[in-house]
């Protein structure tokens, strides 16, 4: 079978380095960490962790009418503010398109979690009648891309990918597959994630996860640093339109980059911990390669999964040596997490647009904090600093708890 071809026409998102595209490029260009103190979300006294990656100077009304604000959880207001910027930039609600063809796909690790701990508080001090009549449409994963086809009448394919910080990829491959067979010529896709709660701080910092560098939190993640000592919590959104080729040449649209390859694997190995050498996430890496049809030879930039853990970091480099052999020291990697933080079922998405807009702009953002190299990680991570290249392929890896893993291919676009 000839796969269709699929290509990004329309691009968005909200983290803590910008509230869209644009800003958000240049701030990761420009080395600017997004992580500061959390102030004005919850009282920290008797957490371990005091900062986190917000997003800031966010307004629901700006996607909304007021009286439903309320009725959307934060993770879903985010992923209304990135689709929507997406959509608006793909230009396809300006065109003629059978909606019966066009869906959504988000990926999401968490969902609603402050409704969920709103509605619990409620229920436990004030009684069951208090619970709110919203509780559960607002709360659960699946409803982001709900309000996203309602809104644009999008009557395709629809549903939510969760499968931890690998979900944005899983909900992009599901996504270019579902192009690829001919069941769809658009889908809009992408991560989200607003899980910076009291609930998901406690757990987080009671497994020891998190960084604790609350004197210089704009320091604290620093991916294969040797000094690392954790990961940031963060949030935000990020979407990507998907459409088939010939659909997107048809209507004249802008093409930013070809997605090529995508792999899918699970360590089948601990809830929480990678699997020795990676091992895994370097099968997914080998299966998006050989989806794209090429040799491991032709990355020339990776954008890491690079939590800034101790473990995550030693295997994931060790994983791109056995994936790549000699060819791995040659490749360019970095973390976008560095200055975002890791904004879970967001991550891959934020971590995409990175790839595609390093593609157009032949520049790949810097690892920031990258002070004293770690024997165990030896490759070139873009350590503080902007590298000019000119990328045929970028490969976006990304690794969840549970041993989930999945990787994309990102191919600049040849007409």
């Known amino acids: 079978m000839n796969k269709r071809r699929v290509v990004i026409t329309g691009m968005g998102t909200l983290n803590a380095v910008g509230n869209n595209v644009n800003d958000t490029w240049n701030g990761l260009l420009a080395g600017k960490s997004g992580i500061t103190t959390l102030v004005g979300r919850f009282d920290t006294t008797d957490f ?13 009304l700006n996607y909304f009418e007021k009286k439903e604000v309320d009725k ?43 409704t969920i701990e709103d509605q619990h508080t409620n229920l436990m001090e004030k009684g069951p009648r208090r619970v709110s009549p919203f509780f559960i449409p607002k709360m659960i994963g699946n409803i982001a891309p709900a309000i996203i086809a309602i809104k644009y009448q999008l ?19 599901t996504a270019l597959r579902t192009i690829q067979y001919g069941d769809a010529d658009i889908i809009v896709s992408g991560g989200v994630e607003a899980a910076v709660t009291p609930m998901a701080f406690a757990g987080f910092s009671n497994m020891k996860a998190l960084s604790t560098r609350n004197d210089e939190p704009e320091k604290a993640c620093r991916p294969f640093d040797l000094n690392r000592d954790g990961f940031v919590m963060a949030e935000g959104g990020a979407f990507l339109v998907l459409e088939e ?4 040449k048809k209507r004249n649209a802008k093409i930013y980059a070809e997605l090529v390859g995508y792999g899918a694997t699970d360590d089948a190995f601990h809830i929480t911990a990678p699997a020795e050498n990676g091992e895994g996430g370097a099968r997914a890496m080998q299966m998006a390669i ?20 101790p473990l995550n970091d030693k295997n994931e480099s060790i994983s791109f040596k056995n994936v790549f052999g000699d060819h791995a020291k040659k490749v360019i990697i970095n973390s976008t997490k560095s200055m975002t933080g890791h904004t879970l079922g967001a991550a891959a998405g934020i971590e995409a647009i990175a790839c595609i807009k390093s593609i157009q702009d032949k520049k790949i953002h810097p690892t920031i904090n990258y ?45």
Do not use: W
């Open 371 to 415: 002070d004293t190299p770690d024997p165990d990680c030896d490759l070139n991570y873009s350590p503080n600093k902007i590298t000019e290249c000119d990328i045929e392929y970028a490969l976006s890896n990304s690794l969840g708890f549970g041993g989930h893993n999945g990787v994309v291919v990102f191919k600049k676009i040849k007409h």
């Open 72 to 114: 959307n959880d934060l993770y879903s207001q985010y992923a209304m503010a990135a689709a929507e910027e997406a959509v608006n930039d793909s230009g396809i609600m300006d065109c003629n398109f059978d909606h019966n063809r066009a869906g959504v796909i988000v990926g999401v690790g968490i969902g609603g979690l402050q």
């Open 245 to 248: 080729y010939e659909h997107a």
């Open 155 to 173: 009557k395709g394919i629809n549903f939510t990918c969760m499968s931890a910080c690998s979900s944005a990829n899983h909900a992009f491959g």
């Open 290 to 309: 050989h989806d794209a049809g090429i040799s491991p030879s032709a990355i020339q930039y990776i954008n890491a999964h690079g939590t800034s853990t």
């Open 48 to 60: 371990p962790v005091k900062f986190a990656g917000t997003v800031k100077n966010f307004d629901p």
